[in-house]
C-alpha cells in the first residue's frame, strides 16, 4: 500500500523510511525484537522474493508543492497513494491545506496527521476537509514510530475491507445481470419451441442448471470468506487438486518426485483450488505460449505449487504492489484487479502458506505458493 510522508524536517522523514523494513513489519519468531539496523540475510532462495502480508511502500517530500506533484504524478499512473501522513507544521502552510488539496484530487484518501498542538478538534477538521470521522487521525508529538505503524494497520485493514466489500457487490451484481440475461434467453429458447412437451424437456434440464451455478458461486464465496476454523478440520489429495485444474491446451502440469498423488494437503479443496485457478488464467492472459504449473516438495511439512509463464513479465519493483486489491500490472500498464489479491488473502490467511514470485521484464513471471501438507 503507497504512503505519502510530508515534513519539513529531513531526520523525520528518514525515521518513516523505516515502516517499510520487513524487520519493522515482520519481526523473527523467537521471541525477541529484530534487530533493524542489521546487515540483510543472505536469501536461501535468490530466484523467488517473498511478498509478505502486510507491505508499505512509502514516497517522502520535505515541500508541499512536491508533495501534490508526486500525488497527482501517482494518480495519473493508475497506482495511488492510499494514505497521507502530514504534518500538521509546515513553512508556508498547513496539514490542513495539504489535506485540502490532497482530498481534492482523491476524495477517498485517508489521513494520518502528526501534531505537537492539542488545539486541534476532531469535529472541526471533519467539518473543514468534509470527510468522515474515520478517515484521519491524529498522532501527537513526540511519539514512537510503533504509533505511526499501529495507526497505519488500522487505516490498511479499513481500506481493504472497503475494496473487498466493493469488489463483492461489483461481482453480485455482475453475476444477477449474467442470471437474469440467461434466463431470459432461456424463456426465449422454451416459447419457441413448438411442442409443449419439448420445451418441459428442456426447462427441467436447464432450469436445475442454473440454479446449481448459483449454489457453487454462493458456496465458493461462503468458503473464501467464512470461518477460517474449519480448514484445520479438512484435507484434500494432490490428484483432486490436480483433477479440477482446467483443461487448457497450453497448459502442462508436472508432478516432481518423490510427491505422490496420494499425498495430502491441509485446508479447502474449493479455496485452493479457487486460488491456483487464478493464477492459471492470470498466466493464460498474460502470454501465447504455454504455461507451466509445477508441484514439488518443498521443506518439511509444505508442498511447493509453482505457475509459470512466459509472458511480458513485470518489474520486480512492481511484485509486491500487484497483490494489492484493485491493483495489477500486465504489459506494463496498471490496471484495477483482484485476483492476485485473492490468491495472497487464500495462502496467508487461510492456508496459512507462504507467497513468492519471480519475474524479469520480458522472460514471464513465476508465482510459488507453498501449502501445508497433513502430517
Not at 504455461?291 to 509486491?320: H, M, N, Q
Not at 500490472?329 to 489479491?341: E, Q, S, Y
Request: proline content about 5%.
Amino acid at each position: 500500500m503507497k504512503v505519502l510522508f510530508l515534513d519539513d524536517h529531513v531526520e523525520m522523514l528518514d525515521t518513516y523510511r523505516m515502516i517499510e523494513n520487513p524487520k519493522f513489519l515482520a519481526p523473527d519468531t523467537v521471541g525477541r525484537p529484530a534487530d533493524l539496523f542489521a546487515d540483510e540475510e543472505p536469501s536461501q532462495d535468490r530466484d523467488f522474493t517473498p511478498i509478505p502480508a502486510v507491505w508499505f511502500k512509502g514516497e517522502y517530500f520535505s515541500k508541499a508543492e512536491d508533495a501534490f506533484s508526486g500525488f497527482t504524478r501517482a494518480l495519473n499512473s493508475h497506482t495511488p497513494f492510499r494514505i497521507a501522513v502530514l504534518d500538521m507544521q509546515l513553512p508556508d502552510t498547513n496539514g490542513i491545506e495539504v489535506a485540502r488539496g490532497l482530498l481534492a484530487k482523491d476524495p477517498s484518501l485517508n489521513l494520518i496527521f502528526i501534531t505537537a498542538y492539542s488545539d486541534w478538534s476532531i469535529h472541526d477538521i471533519a467539518r473543514k476537509l468534509e470527510m468522515s470521522q474515520t478517515q484521519f487521525m491524529f498522532i501527537k508529538k513526540p511519539f514512537e514510530l510503533q504509533e505511526v505503524l499501529q495507526a497505519l494497520l488500522y487505516m490498511r485493514k479499513n481500506i481493504h475491507e472497503h475494496l473487498w466489500k466493493n469488489e463483492a457487490l461489483n461481482n453480485l451484481l455482475g453475476f444477477t445481470r449474467d442470471f437474469k440475461v440467461e434466463t431470459l434467453t432461456m424463456f426465449d429458447t422454451l416459447f419457441s419451441l413448438e411442442t409443449f412437451t419439448l420445451a418441459k424437456n428442456v426447462g427441467k434440464k436447464k432450469i436445475p442448471e442454473m440454479l446449481q451455478k448459483n449454489e457453487q458461486v454462493l458456496e465458493l464465496v461462503g468458503a473464501i470468506f467464512g470461518e477460517h476454523g474449519q480448514d484445520a478440520k479438512e484435507s484434500f489429495s494432490l490428484d483432486t487438486l490436480i483433477s479440477d485444474l482446467p483443461s487448457e491446451g497450453r497448459l502442462e502440469v508436472l508432478v516432481t518426485p518423490p510427491l505422490t498423488g496420494a499425498q495430502s494437503i491441509r485446508g479447502n479443496p474449493q479455496v485452493a483450488g479457487f486460488a491456483l485457478r487464478a493464477l492459471i488464467r492470470n498466466a493464460l492472459d498474460f502470454s501465447t505460449g504455454p504455461v507451466w504449473i509445477e508441484f514439488s516438495a518443498a521443506r518439511e511439512g509444505l508442498i511447493d505449487i509453482t505457475v509459470r509463464d512466459t509472458g511480458p513479465g513485470i518489474a520486480a519493483k512492481d511484485l509486491f504492489q500487484v497483490f494489492e486489491p484493485g491493483c495489477s500490472i500486465g504489459n506494463g500498464k496498471p490496471r484495477a484487479g483482484f485476483g492476485l489479491a485473492f490468491v495472497k488473502k487464500i495462502v496467508q490467511e487461510r492456508f496459512r502458506g507462504e507467497l513468492a514470485a519471480r519475474s524479469t521484464r520480458g522472460k514471464g513471471i513465476s508465482f510459488r505458493v507453498s501449502l501445508p501438507l497433513l502430517q
